[in-house]
């Protein structure tokens, strides 16, 4: 008997819900050039507010990574969260895959909605991009949170041993999951401690909603990573930057976290949070986002008001 009742188009509506509960809006903007991008953004902006742009990585569409985090911070920032190009609805008939192209895209986005300055976070692959769009665009972005992005590694890493799958086909094949094995192979790979006895009908009901677009393309994203990749090629951002790592990836091992706090110097801060793998923001999210805040919050806010200086002249 076939199952007419899908538990991921269902979590899609939650999600979605809880987007448009927090005050975001669904768009989507033509950029003219056969690109498509879906973003939620503010239904209202507060210009008393800085924005702040969350960008997602690998896997499902953005709401699934980001909505504990909208929760966290939406009542501090005006949030834009924006699908990558071949997530959620976003797509290009461009040839580009690279990371630059992505950032390109998403600060097209934010052009149409009138953002100007803003903060980026990007998890995962969106670190790439959060990355680029610093390096791009120097002057509009304030502030850089890079959470488990390898944006230091090099193409010999994979020949040299740093990751334990040593050949980008292999890790396409994990990280863009066709099969029930494939995504528990991913979640070994993502979680310190994987979740247990998940049905196989749920992680194909998962794939077959969320992993069955674009497949050929997202694995050219993964292709396009490392291509002729060298540290010495890396532009140094100079905005301040936090740089967040579980100490157990196995994605993107911590070592090129430490790799890009050493990259860029006294402008950067590294936070290794313990006993957490690549997907850190699920595993301990109170100290993933205890650690956001301290950075985003504190930082973001305005100057206490200045007062008056006393007349001593007059004994005032």
Not at 108 to 119: A, E, I, L, Q, W
Not at 210 to 236: H, N
Request: aromatic share 10%; proline share 6%.
């Amino acid at each position: 008997m076939a199952r007419c009742f899908n538990l991921t188009a269902s979590g899609n509506w939650c999600l979605a819900f809880v987007f448009r509960s927090s005050g975001l809006r669904s768009t989507v903007t033509d950029l003219g050039d056969g690109t498509i991008m879906h973003c939620w953004v503010p239904k209202t902006r507060k210009p008393t507010k800085p924005n702040l742009v969350l960008i997602h990585g690998f896997g499902a569409n953005a709401m699934w990574q980001w909505s504990e985090t909208i929760r966290v911070l939406i009542s501090h920032f005006n949030i834009y969260v924006p699908d990558l190009i071949f997530f959620g609805d976003s797509f290009t008939t461009r040839p580009e895959r690279s990371e630059s192209f992505q950032a390109q895209c998403v600060m097209r986005v934010m052009d149409v909605n009138s953002v100007d300055k803003m903060t980026v976070v990007g998890l995962s692959y969106g670190g790439f991009v959060a990355y680029s769009m610093a390096a791009q665009f120097e002057e509009r972005i304030e502030r850089v949170v890079i959470c488990c992005a390898g944006v230091c590694l090099e193409e010999k890493d994979l020949t040299e041993g740093l990751f334990p799958v040593g050949e980008v086909e292999a890790a396409a094949d994990i990280l863009v999951p066709q099969t029930a094995e494939k995504m528990r192979e991913l979640m070994r790979f993502t979680f310190v401690k994987p979740p247990k006895r998940l049905p196989t009908f749920f992680l194909n009901d998962f794939i077959q909603e969320m992993c069955t677009q674009y497949v050929e393309e997202k694995k050219e994203l993964i292709r396009a990573i490392p291509k002729d990749r060298k540290l010495s090629d890396l532009t140094k951002i100079t905005q301040p930057t936090l740089i967040v790592w579980g100490d157990q990836d196995k994605i993107f091992p911590l070592e090129l976290g430490h790799r890009l706090k050493r990259h860029l110097g006294e402008k950067a801060q590294l936070v290794i949070i313990k006993n957490t793998g690549h997907a850190f923001i699920y595993e301990k999210p109170r100290l993933c986002h205890k650690h956001l805040k301290s950075f985003l919050i504190v930082s973001a806010a305005p100057p206490p008001p200045t007062s008056p200086l006393p007349n001593l002249q007059n004994g005032k």
